[in-house]
């Protein structure tokens, strides 16, 4: 079983529209959840944090965690063609040191 | 403030040599960790120090290794290369003692010949 699954894509949804991404973790210890976008050729950015259940909203982007069923969550509100990106899952799997397991990402296309 | 920055940005290098990767974190930052990244693995974790001291390391050969000074700038290294080492590597700075929030730098792209 991978650490944290995403599902690869592409997900392709239409400008407007709510873009949903998903990512299950398999450490049930883990206590610090991310979310990075990707833009072909760069580093990641980092676009929202959450740390404990529920909702965390940040302009059009709002981060839902569910550790009781270890799943992590981003929706785009009123998505546009620039949101077009691989979304990274990273999960910190204890609070001390160790570094962000990534999953693989999820393609995400806007079409205008 | 700045953000991270990573020299060089590019590098060509032949199998068998070794190669330095140096990174500056953002102003205030004294965490450093460092990821590799290629198509098929995805991002993995190298390593990360704090206060000039390796915190944890990942499931990397020993020919990774890294290091970190007093002013919070890291270096890492890789020696005796690879083409499988082909990859583009990553810095990332967070404020550190929990604050688990990393920003990454562009990244050098290393390619082994």
């Known amino acids: 079983q991978k650490e944290v699954e995403q599902n690869s894509g592409p997900l392709s949804v239409p400008e407007g529209a709510i873009a949903s991404l998903n990512c299950t973790y398999s450490d049930r210890g883990s206590q610090s959840f991310f979310w990075y976008r990707q833009y072909s050729g760069k580093s990641p950015e980092l676009i929202m944090s959450?740390?404990?259940?529920g909702d965390k909203e940040d302009g059009r982007f709002t981060a839902q965690l569910n550790k009781a069923s270890q799943y992590v969550s981003l929706l785009i509100r009123d998505s546009q063609p620039s949101d077009s990106a691989t979304y990274l899952c990273a999960v910190n799997r204890r609070g001390g040191a160790d570094g962000l397991t990534f999953g693989k990402g999820t393609h995400l296309i806007i079409q205008p | 403030k700045a953000g991270v920055t990573q020299t060089p940005r590019y590098l060509i290098k032949t199998r068998g040599q070794q190669v330095t990767l140096s990174c500056s974190p953002i102003s205030g930052h004294r965490s450093v960790s460092w990821y590799q990244q290629t198509p098929g693995q995805g991002l993995q974790f190298l390593f990360e120090?704090?206060?000039?001291?390796?915190?944890n390391k990942g499931n990397f050969p020993g020919r990774f290794s890294g290091r970190q000074f007093s002013n919070s700038r890291s270096e890492m290294n890789v020696s005796t290369l690879e083409l499988g080492d082909s990859a583009l590597y990553l810095c990332?700075?967070?404020?550190?003692?929990?604050?688990?929030?990393?920003?990454f730098g562009p990244g050098t792209r290393l390619t082994v010949t």
């Open positions: 959450i740390y404990s259940n």
């Open positions: 990332a700075s967070s404020l550190g003692q929990g604050n688990r929030e990393q920003y």
């Open positions: 120090y704090f206060s000039e001291t390796q915190r």
